[in-house]
Each structure stands twice: as structure tokens, then as C-alpha cells.
């Protein structure tokens, strides 16, 4: 069955430390997305991608770093100038073009812990 | 910029009973999608039910229908004959298509409890 694959499910690193959090999709999507749920806050857009090799600003940014180098790929790096980086991470992809019918697709998350 | 608040935090419903979740949204934009996604425990994400905004018939699925007015921004959801497996996180989401990239706005959720 398609869907999108985030891995680990836990996450623990030391202060000061970069993480990688992985997403792989099988759905053939051209768009991918990155988002951060904090309580209370719902969910905030970090980054996204709408095409192999280019990717975009969201609205949380700062502290990030992502790469798409790959279709089904679309790793994010938490860098240690991420202020708050304990989360929970989830990654999501859509077809790409302008329908705005299409659904975005959810995988199932990474919770992060920086300690 | 575009906003969706959920003014509830928390709701509460007894099985069987019907509960209306609201939403609402503040945009410049004229054609517009809304959604609304569950969050049950496990986290995954799952789409409940879209709205176009240029569709006046507001849209059902099954138990699940909204109540949309596009006038007065407000998109809220109503859960029929809810059932135990309704308790989740619910999240109004706004999809915005400036600068030619599909973007979901959300507001911060709703928990829903379903008492037996």
C-alpha cells in the first residue's frame, strides 16, 4: 500500500546536537512538507517542496534545514540553532499542481526530545 | 496573512449524541478549499471532509457534515450520532494557493471526548 514513512518514531538527542528526521513516500507525490505540532498551537509549516531539488520557507523555518534530492525523500535536519526543538514532527505530501482538491497525505510522526 | 481559530479547546459529547465543532477563518481570497482532519491517539493524521469555497451545498460525509458560511467565515463541523472512536484531536484547515503552492493553515485543534 502507498503512504509516507517516517522514521524513528522516538527521538532523543543532547542540546547542541543536529538531527536528522527521515520521510519517505511511495505515492508518487511531487510535493512534500514538513510540519511542527506543539500543544495548543496546532500545526505549523517548516518547510516545503514542490519539486525534486527546490524547496521552500514555511512559517517556522529558522533552526531547520531540509534537502530534496530524491522524489520519494524529504529529510529534515534539526540544527542546534533551533531554539525549541522538542516536538512533534509530521511529514506530509500532495500531488503537485494547482488542484486544491488534492488532500494532503500524513505519515505518522517523530517526537523529538532535546535534552 | 490568513488565520483559522477554533475557539474550543475541548468538547465533550455523549454517545449517540450530536456535537458541532467550530471554526473560523479570516481571508483576502475569493476560491479557497477548507478541510477538517482528525487526530485520534495514534497521531495520524486523517482527513474528516473538504469544502470548496466556491460551492454554496455545504459537503457530508456519512456521519459527518459542515455547516459552511462563507460570508461570515465560519466553517464549523458537525459529528451525528457520535460514536466512541470520534474522540480525537480535530484541526480546521484553511488551504491557501498564493504564490502558486498549495498550503494548509491550521487552527490548534479541538479535543473531542466521547462519554459511553
Known amino acids: 500500500d502507498g503512504g509516507i514513512t517516517q522514521s524513528p518514531k522516538y527521538l532523543f538527542r543532547k542540546e547542541g546536537q543536529n538531527v536528522t528526521l527521515s520521510c519517505e513516500q511511495n505515492?508518487?507525490?511531487?510535493?512534500m512538507y514538513w510540519y511542527r505540532q506543539d500543544p495548543g498551537q496546532g500545526l505549523r509549516l517548516i518547510y516545503y517542496?514542490?519539486?525534486?531539488?527546490?524547496?521552500q520557507k514555511g512559517d517556522i523555518a529558522e533552526g531547520y534545514s531540509v534537502s530534496r534530492e530524491k522524489k520519494e525523500s524529504f529529510p529534515l535536519t534539526v540544527t542546534s540553532a533551533q531554539k525549541n526543538p522538542t516536538a512533534f514532527y509530521l511529514c506530509a505530501s500532495s500531488p503537485r499542481g494547482p488542484s486544491y482538491n488534492s488532500p494532503l497525505h500524513f505519515g505518522n510522526g517523530t517526537r523529538l526530545t532535546v535534552t | 496573512a490568513q488565520t483559522v481559530t477554533q475557539s474550543q479547546p475541548e468538547m465533550s459529547v455523549q454517545e449517540a449524541e450530536t456535537v458541532t465543532l467550530s471554526c473560523t477563518y479570516d481571508t483576502s481570497e475569493s476560491d479557497y478549499y477548507l478541510f477538517w482532519y482528525k487526530q485520534p491517539p495514534s497521531r495520524q493524521m486523517i482527513l474528516v471532509i473538504r469544502q470548496e469555497a466556491y460551492k454554496q451545498q455545504n459537503a457530508t460525509e456519512n456521519r459527518f457534515s459542515v455547516n459552511f458560511q462563507k460570508a461570515a467565515k465560519s466553517f464549523s463541523l458537525k459529528i451525528s450520532d457520535s460514536q466512541l472512536g470520534d474522540a480525537a484531536m480535530y484541526f480546521c484547515?484553511?488551504?491557501?494557493?498564493?504564490?502558486?503552492?498549495?498550503?494548509?493553515?491550521f487552527g490548534a485543534g479541538t479535543r473531542l471526548a466521547v462519554h459511553p
Open positions: 517542496s514542490q519539486i525534486v531539488n527546490d524547496f
Open positions: 484547515a484553511y488551504r491557501s494557493f498564493s504564490g502558486g503552492y498549495n498550503k494548509l493553515i
Open positions: 505515492l508518487n507525490h511531487d510535493a
